[in-house]
């Protein structure tokens, strides 16, 4: 892997970099069905994440959170993405993000799927970022089975 | 060390002891390693021992009865010697080697709480430990473990906005209820040199003991534990160009002789039936199983490596470069310093901020310029919750460390605010 200079880009994408300095549904907010904080042990960085859920679908998630630029832009590509979908379709989402996440670079996104997501591509081949990539959709799939523990056994 | 005077040694011969030091990373960038509070490099001659070692003598200690045996056996107990010189010990049974710092504090706490109630210097429901808010989690975390066993209250000493610590309570916070009293030489952190002769001063007047956590002071001062006055002091061989793997826990003789064992194994007894049994007299009695023999003798090639340079020159050459990096960090623009702002006991661990990049972000752009730093919280949470931020980038510097890295790291940082600007 190499962590030059030029790769700097492939890491911290435009996309990324728009996300972090205007987060999008940044914020706690009611109702809510489940919150749930997270942590990253190695380096600090926390979330409390809400969830609201509403007739099978994830009608709003709302979130703050302390961490660095990859941290910050994911819990905001994690919001435009999954609100509004069925609950179904969003974790099949995060399926996705987090199989192109732990992919070690070799996984081809789905831009269709994973629209501003596929940013993220880059960070796959840092290992010591991806638990950053992954921080907010852990702590959403975590709280989607508190607030409605039958999709664990779906 | 408010100052340290004096000729230092000529740091580009230095570091060519460092094979990795020479080492060229990706983008063909000169590697510019400023984590050495995370860890030290290594000389030659410590890759040497080990090498050694295990090429001509490796066999285990104090149990084989050959002569591979005794040469490995002779090794490691001539490692415990040299340290124990290396360090003021009065004897080198004071030595107990551990696997790190983390193990030797907790192997004090552990059995300080097993103590009780025999001995007087059991820690027990109602005693009270004073730890301070500055402390990396191995100096934390073993106390209240203790204090949850026990029942004992742990307290702590806070800290000054400047980064110092705040002992305008000393006669409160340590008092006849105090058992022990455990606490950092040198902040990994803030990179604070604590005043420890007020408060093992104080301690000693109520009948605590006093415990160091001198794992970032051993590395960078000239130390004389009997001049120090302290009972226990615990440190790490890998902050000190020494291996990973091997930890020290010095402590005085009469006190660890009075203490029961920590872990149970080999080596540590005097004799085994199996009702019951009887232990060995320090140090093997904190020493159950196969030590870390290997990485004995390359401790004792560190201290003599760092013995040859001359603990006051490596001081003074610590003095110098913290004083040259914190005028040259602090020139720019948005650029914190989370603790003391001036080379007054101080050591070489500069934590900061930069406004608007978090510190993970910092780190990694420092990375793509070949310049080695840690960013997080450095295992001392509290301390950096006492100053309101979550996380620092910290660069850290040793006696291999030049101006010319300096200047780098200051290069990369305006990259860095540039890049996410």
Not at chain 1, 45 to 53: A, G, P, S
Not at chain 2, 67 to 87: H, K, N, P, V, Y
Not at chain 2, 237 to 253: A, D, F, N, Q, S
Not at chain 2, 308 to 325: F, P
Request: charged letters at 20%.
């Amino acid at each position: 892997m190499n962590v030059d200079a030029q790769n700097m880009d492939s890491l911290y994408q435009e996309i990324i970099l728009d996300h972090y300095k205007n987060p999008h549904g940044a914020g706690l907010r009611d109702p809510f069905e489940a919150e749930v904080h997270h942590v990253n042990p190695t380096c600090g960085d926390e979330i409390t994440l809400r969830v609201h859920l509403d007739d099978g679908a994830v009608a709003d998630v709302s979130y703050d959170a302390q961490g660095c630029s990859i941290s910050q832009a994911s819990a905001s590509v994690l919001n435009d993405l999954l609100v509004g979908k069925g609950i179904d379709d969003a974790l099949d989402v995060l399926d996705q993000f987090q199989t192109l996440m732990q992919g070690k670079g070799q996984v081809e996104p789905d831009e269709d799927v994973l629209e501003d997501g596929i940013a993220f591509a880059g960070v796959a081949q840092f290992p010591a970022r991806v638990k950053c990539a992954l921080l907010s959709w852990m702590a959403f799939k975590d709280a989607v089975l508190q607030a409605d523990p039958q999709e664990g056994t779906s | 060390m408010t100052t340290v005077e004096g000729a230092t040694y000529d740091v580009t011969q230095v570091r060519e002891d460092f094979p990795i030091l020479s080492r060229r990373l990706a983008g063909d960038l000169p590697l510019v390693y400023l984590d050495s509070a995370n860890t030290s490099q290594k000389p030659e001659a410590v890759i040497d021992a080990l090498e050694q070692h295990y090429q001509l003598h490796n066999a285990n200690v104090a149990r084989a009865m050959h002569q591979l045996g005794a040469e490995a056996s002779e090794a490691f107990e001539d490692a415990r010697t040299r340290i124990a010189e290396f360090i003021g010990a009065p004897l080198r049974e004071e030595v107990v080697f551990t696997k790190n710092a983390s193990e030797a504090l907790n192997l004090v706490a552990r059995v300080l709480g097993d103590a009780a109630p025999e001995s007087s210097y059991g820690v027990a429901a109602g005693d009270e430990i004073v730890i301070t808010e500055m402390e990396h989690h191995s100096n934390i975390v073993p106390w209240q473990l203790l204090a949850e066993r026990s029942g004992a209250v742990l307290r702590w000493f806070g800290v000054t906005d400047e980064g110092r610590l705040d002992l305008s309570n000393l006669d409160s916070l340590i008092t006849e209820r105090t058992k022990v009293v455990s606490l950092a030489w040198v902040s990994n952190m803030l990179g604070t040199i604590n005043p420890l002769d007020g408060v093992i001063k104080r301690a000693h007047e109520v009948g605590a003991l006093v415990v160091v956590d001198g794992s970032q002071a051993v590395p960078q001062l000239p130390v004389d534990v009997a001049a120090l006055g302290a009972d226990f002091v615990a440190f790490t061989g890998h902050k000190m160009v020494g291996p990973t793997g091997i930890g020290v826990l010095w402590g005085r003789y009469d006190l660890l002789a009075e203490l029961p064992p920590f872990l149970g194994g080999g080596e540590m007894i005097e004799t085994v039936t199996m009702e019951r049994s009887t232990y060995a007299r320090p140090p093997a009695r904190f020493e159950a199983g196969t030590p870390p023999i290997a990485q004995a003798v390359g401790l004792a090639a560190a201290a003599d490596y760092l013995a040859a340079l001359g603990m006051d020159k490596v001081a003074a050459h610590e003095q110098e470069i913290t004083a040259y990096a914190l005028g040259a960090l602090q020139e720019i623009d948005g650029l914190t310093v989370v603790g003391p702002k001036e080379a007054v006991d101080r050591g070489g661990a500069i934590s900061f901020t930069l406004d608007g990049v978090h510190p993970h972000d910092v780190a990694q752009l420092l990375d793509s310029r070949g310049v080695a730093v840690r960013a997080g919280h450095h295992c001392a949470k509290p301390a950096h919750l006492r100053f309101g931020v979550q996380s620092t980038t910290r660069a850290s510097f040793y006696l291999y460390t030049t101006t010319d890295e300096i200047d780098a790291l200051v290069e990369a940082l305006h990259y860095t605010k540039n890049y996410f600007g």
